[in-house]
């Protein structure tokens, strides 16, 4: 087995967890890339580099690794994806965030947890993504086009609002004006849209949602809609820039720049546990319906 390991930093809880998961699987028969700066990280600031100094590291990835294991919160596994892209590589989270949501395996369970993802012991949920098209094109935009949560728009350098005039599969839909407007996948309902009153969406579901940030008209409400819709935005406003991102990443457009977002043509796979559930996840970690009288 090949398994490759991401991380973005190496604090406290990262280290403890980076620690024990190369422990463990120095003692399997598997080979583990290390992605190159956290390698470095790695070998810097742990008190025994030389037990590591064994394992290779990896720049890219390629669809001969059956593994990614992400150590980090929810936006480690996000950046993970700009290294997994469309090669259809299983991705595990330990977290050492806050919330975990993505990232499901918590550091007193990582021996356990990884054992029964080595035996196979282990299922796969696929997870939708979005991608980006502008015209003109936008250099920063053309190799990472994709993203698993959200891909959304909003000012930049101003505290006026934006106007997104909207088009979903060529018909005009609405012109928001607001601070930016969210189209979010059913992984990235739980995130920065739900944060601005959008819907939770299980992952199977086949649709997408725009959530509108902060929106000046009252009657500018979240709206669900079919994953193949093609959807075009044009953004106007006082400033002549505006700011696009894609889950962590972001850029800057000119006004009147033609955005077209759709699905991606690959997806994620991210590994559950056989006892683990989106429902499961949702209410502990979300504390759905929660009810001090119950």
Same mark, same amino acid.
């Given at each position: ?66 593994? &990614?294991? /992400?150590?980090?919160? =929810? $936006?480690? #596994?996000?950046?993970?994806? *700009?290294?997994?892209?469309? %090669? ?84 005009? &839909?609405? /012109?928001?004006?607001? =601070? $930016?407007? #969210?189209?979010?996948?059913? *992984?990235?309902?739980?995130? %920065? ?102």
């Amino acid at each position: 087995m090949k398994i490759a390991i991401y991380g973005q930093s190496y604090q406290s809880s990262t280290q403890k967890s980076a620690h024990t998961l190369l422990n463990f699987l120095m003692k399997k028969s598997v080979e583990v890339f290390i992605e190159n700066e956290f390698y470095e990280m790695v070998l810097n600031h742990d008190e025994t580099p030389n037990d590591y100094k064994n394992f290779n590291s990896f720049k890219t990835l390629d669809d001969s690794f059956n593994l &990614l294991i /992400s150590i980090g919160g =929810d $936006g480690t #596994i996000l950046r993970a994806i *700009t290294f997994v892209r469309d %090669y259809a590589i299983p991705i595990v989270g330990i977290n050492t965030g806050r919330l975990g949501f993505l990232a499901t395996i918590q550091t007193n369970e990582i021996e356990e947890a990884v054992t029964k993802i080595l035996n196979g012991d282990y299922k796969t949920s696929e997870r939708t993504l979005l991608s980006v098209e502008t015209q003109p094109e936008n250099s920063d935009l053309i190799d990472i086009n994709f993203a698993l949560n959200e891909i959304a728009v909003s000012r930049k350098n101003t505290t006026s609002m934006i106007t997104v005039e909207t088009h979903l599969n060529n018909e005009y &839909l609405t /012109s928001y004006w607001a =601070d $930016g407007l #969210i189209i979010a996948t059913p *992984t990235g309902s739980t995130g %920065y849209s739900l944060s601005c009153g959008g819907p939770v969406i299980t992952p199977d579901t086949d649709s997408f949602v725009l959530t509108p940030i902060a929106p000046h008209n009252l009657s500018a409400r979240p709206l669900v809609i079919p994953n193949d819709t093609h959807i075009q935005l044009k953004v106007d406003g006082r400033e002549d820039y505006y700011l696009i991102s894609l889950d962590s990443r972001i850029a800057t457009l000119p006004n009147k720049t033609i955005v077209t977002i759709k699905k991606a043509h690959f997806k994620i796979k991210m590994v559950e546990l056989v006892y683990e559930s989106f429902i499961d996840t949702l209410r502990k970690k979300l504390l759905w319906g929660e009810d001090k009288r119950n």
